[in-house]
Structures are given as C-alpha cells and as structure tokens.
C-alpha cells in the first residue's frame, strides 16, 4: 500500500547524494535502505521503523517525516 506524501519534502545532501527531494515514508524507506551512509545511527533505526510503520498505515505519515528529519540530522552532524 503506497504511503501519504508529506505535506513538505525532506532535502538531502550527504554522502553518496548529492542532491535529493524525499515526499514520503515510501521515498525515505528506500532512501534509508539504499543510500544511507550510517545505518547504526539511533535516529535511522528509529526513521525506518517509523516509515515502514506509516506506510503499514500504524503512524501518521507526519510522525514519521519528524523521525526521518532526525535521521538526517544524525548524519548532518556526524559529517560536521
């Protein structure tokens, strides 16, 4: 079952990604899996659960954009 889209995209630039819009919980599960430059991170277990739980329709989609975001920020900070 496709996902909500989010009412904003995520922007990613890190890693292996130069430049990327994420609209859902379908876009980041892939992202997470695939592109993911650290998938020890707290926040990325916590963002794939969430994604893969908002797509499973158990969270809102909203919920799970907010861990996503977190996620990105794990990374964003670990770079700095």
């Known amino acids: 079952m496709p996902s909500v889209p989010w009412q904003e995209p995520v922007r990613l630039t890190f890693g292996q990604i130069e430049f990327r819009l994420v609209n859902s919980p379908d876009e980041a599960v892939s992202c997470l899996i695939t592109q993911w430059p650290n ?4 926040c ?8 893969r739980a908002a797509i499973a329709g158990r969270m809102d989609a909203e ?4 861990e996503f975001v977190a996620a990105v920020r794990e990374i964003e900070s670990a770079r700095s």
Do not use: I, S
């Open 63 to 66: 919920q799970a954009r907010g």
């Open 39 to 42: 998938r020890r991170g707290p």
């Open 44 to 51: 990325f277990v916590k963002a794939l659960t969430a994604c």
